[in-house]
């Protein structure tokens, strides 16, 4: 059975699309790198799967979802 990994949508103001980055990282380490992003302490880069990295400029985040992604579904995804 494959690991499950984790979505992260960032909406970023401005911006016509969210950012969809699928990672390794788990739910409580994303949720302090954006948090700690948003008080003001240092961003750290977002790593994806393929190790990519993706970093936003934390005043401009609108909102972000964090929540599990399943690998290898096919079909329509909710």
Same mark, same amino acid.
């Given at each position: 059975?494959k690991?499950m990994?984790?979505?992260?949508?960032?909406?970023?103001?401005?911006?016509? &699309?969210?950012? /969809?980055?699928?990672?390794?990282?788990?739910?409580?380490? !994303?949720e302090?790198? #954006?948090?700690?992003?948003?008080?003001?302490?240092?961003?750290?880069?977002?790593?994806?799967t393929?190790?990519? &990295?993706?970093? /936003?400029?934390a005043?401009?985040?609108?909102?972000?979802? !964090?929540?599990?992604? #399943?690998?290898?579904?096919?079909?329509?995804?909710?």
């Amino acid at each position: 059975m494959k690991e499950m990994t984790v979505e992260v949508k960032i909406g970023v103001q401005n911006a016509a &699309r969210e950012l /969809v980055v699928e990672t390794d990282e788990s739910t409580d380490a !994303i949720e302090k790198l #954006v948090t700690d992003a948003i008080s003001g302490a240092a961003c750290s880069p977002l790593s994806d799967t393929k190790g990519r &990295r993706t970093v /936003v400029p934390a005043e401009k985040i609108a909102y972000v979802e !964090i929540g599990r992604s #399943v690998v290898g579904q096919v079909g329509f995804r909710s």
